[in-house]
């Protein structure tokens, strides 16, 4: 088995050293089987991409691995190779300066050529990648090195927002603990509820407030009612969590017109209840 290694690798770029040379040239040469496989195409960032474990390059250029990760780099930095990092697999290694000399089927690629066949000699109408010009090839190859460098800031932002909504929502669940006095397994149905969006973390717990808030108006009156909407004191809302999904789920099933009104008229009644089975005396006409 042979292996091309261009000669303006050695003298028209940037790329330095035999094992640097030698690395791109292996990944190069796998490429060209991926671009005529499916199986190797990435929809979602519109290229073709190998898989190529450290190992087996170390094994070929004889050194070690820890070589081959600094080569690796070194092609990242100088825009020779973006590696998409997969979850329990194999990166994924793109070349966004490859440049395929064989005619191929994949979707990209067919629609550059066909776009340029019809400016092509006719005994020269093969569609391959050599008949095109190095502006073409560069402008191709930039196109999807454009695409794929914006997929990944897209994915940057992305786990960025996740990492703020997980700050936000741990910082607003600790509050619920310490300052609101919920207990943890109400904070983690609250959470589960609001499908760990804080927005919508924010929206329930406030409504419990808000519904804890009018019973407290209404007994004001009525003595022990203070203990009796302490969730530290009262001993009802130690099932407290089940309650509140029994309400929220019960509201979703129903297919109510107005949700949020349905669990915030339950959680009031939900208080009142509270109240009533907690003081001595007969409060159903204060709040009932």
């Given amino acids: 088995m042979f292996i091309k290694v261009e000669m303006d690798y050695f003298k028209g770029s940037n790329l330095k050293g035999a094992n640097e040379i030698l690395t791109y040239s292996l990944l190069c040469d796998r490429m060209k089987a991926s671009k005529n496989n499916k199986d190797f195409f990435d929809k979602k960032f519109g ?10 390059l170390a094994e070929y250029l004889d050194v070690t691995v820890k ?8 092609l990242v930095k100088k825009g020779y190779l973006i590696v998409k990092h997969q979850f329990n697999a194999a ?5 966004p300066k490859f440049e395929n000399e ?5 979707p990209v690629k067919e629609e550059i050529t066909s776009s340029f066949g019809k ?3 006719s005994n020269k109408s093969t569609l391959t990648d050599k008949y095109i010009t190095d502006d ?44 609101a006095g919920f207990s ?4 983690n149905m609250l959470k589960a509820l609001s499908f760990n969006d804080p927005k919508k973390l924010y929206q329930l717990s406030g409504m419990v407030f808000k519904a804890k808030n009018v019973v407290k108006k ?5 003595i022990n009612s203070q203990l009796a909407l302490s969730f530290e004191i009262n001993n009802r809302y130690e099932n407290m969590a089940v309650d509140i999904q029994r309400i929220v789920m019960t509201a979703n099933r129903s297919k109510r017109s107005n949700v949020e009104g349905y669990i915030f008229s339950s959680l009031v009644n939900y208080f009142q209840e509270a109240v009533n089975d907690y003081c001595i005396h007969d409060v159903q006409s204060v709040i009932g």
């Avoid at 786990?159 to 509050?175: F, G, H, V």
């Fill in 91 to 95: 990166s994924k290694l793109f070349l």
């Fill in 184 to 187: 943890k397994r109400t904070v």
């Fill in 67 to 74: 070589t081959i990760t600094k080569i690796l780099k070194s």
């Fill in 102 to 106: 064989k005619s191929t089927s994949m």
């Fill in 119 to 121: 400016n092509l000699p």
């Fill in 136 to 179: 073409t090839r560069d402008t191709c190859s930039e196109i999807n090195s454009k695409k794929i460098v914006a997929i990944t800031q897209k994915e940057k932002q992305a786990a960025k927002q996740k990492k703020l909504n997980e700050l936000e929502i741990n910082a607003l669940s600790n509050s619920l603990e310490t300052k």
């Fill in 218 to 222: 209404q007994a004001r009156n009525v």
């Fill in 47 to 56: 290229d073709s991409y190998i898989i190529f474990k450290r190992e087996e």
